[in-house]
């Protein structure tokens, strides 16, 4: 069955570090990903989207995430973070079930930036 | 501006309650969807539907009913609501099917006594 694993609930990164949020798939085929943010007490807002073509996608401010089909993964990066980033983030991925074109998120990672 | 909007924000209720929650979007998209979100679980699809008079149903639907009676407006039904079923609640749209990016309201968290 498809899905999504988020090996991290919880990631503690200094403000100004650098990030890598991990997430790994499971699909047969080839998956349609994405990289959600959630801040406090508001709904999900899309940070990032994979499709095909080049591995490395850019998002907004200052996101990129690579998907490496030969270990199925779809890792968050960030080069530098700001205390604002801190939030809880969602990886999730596009799968046929049922009939129907899906989305099954991972359980999602919350990220705390220090000062 | 193109939107999600569920309401109400927030709502509390009785063991074997109704309740209603709603949701619009502005998006003119197609597809709609309800989630819960819940430690442990991240976002689980309840129902979902592509177009005003049509539902499907999502992974975790019992106890749950849902209308779509417009394009823009999508309903979550809890007959007989219980402490499970407390939670924060999630509709999204979507322009295309389900596989693609889909823009999310802000949720209604809901809490069964």
């Known amino acids: 069955a498809q899905s999504v694993t988020q090996p991290d609930a919880r990631v503690t990164v200094s403000e100004g570090a650098s990030l890598q949020l991990r997430c790994k798939y499971s699909y047969s085929g080839t998956p349609y990903l994405f990289w959600y943010v959630q801040y406090p007490r508001q709904g999900l807002q899309l940070l990032l989207k994979y499709y095909s073509g080049d591995p490395v996608v850019q998002g907004v401010n200052g996101f990129e995430a690579e998907f490496i089909k030969s270990n199925s993964s779809f890792h968050l990066r960030k080069a530098s973070v700001h205390w604002s980033d801190s939030a809880v983030y969602f990886c999730a991925v596009s799968a046929y079930q049922g009939g129907s074109a899906k989305l099954i998120f991972g359980e999602g990672t919350k990220l705390t930036v220090s000062s | 501006e193109a939107a999600v909007t569920q309401s109400p924000r927030n709502k509390v209720t009785v063991t074997g309650g109704n309740v209603t929650l709603s949701c619009r979007q502005t998006n003119s998209h197609n597809y709609m969807y309800w989630y819960r979100q819940d430690t442990g679980h991240g976002l689980r699809l309840i129902h979902y539907?592509?177009?005003?008079?049509?539902?499907q149903i999502g992974d975790v639907p019992d106890g749950y009913k849902a209308t779509r009676t417009t394009q823009e407006d999508f309903f979550l039904l809890l007959e007989l609501a219980s402490p499970s079923q407390t939670s924060l609640y999630f509709c999204?749209?979507?322009?295309?099917?389900?596989?693609?990016?889909?823009?999310f309201g802000p949720g209604t968290r809901l809490t069964v006594l």
């Open positions: 999204a749209s979507s322009g295309t099917g389900g596989g693609y990016e889909q823009y």
């Open positions: 539907s592509y177009g005003a008079g049509n539902l």
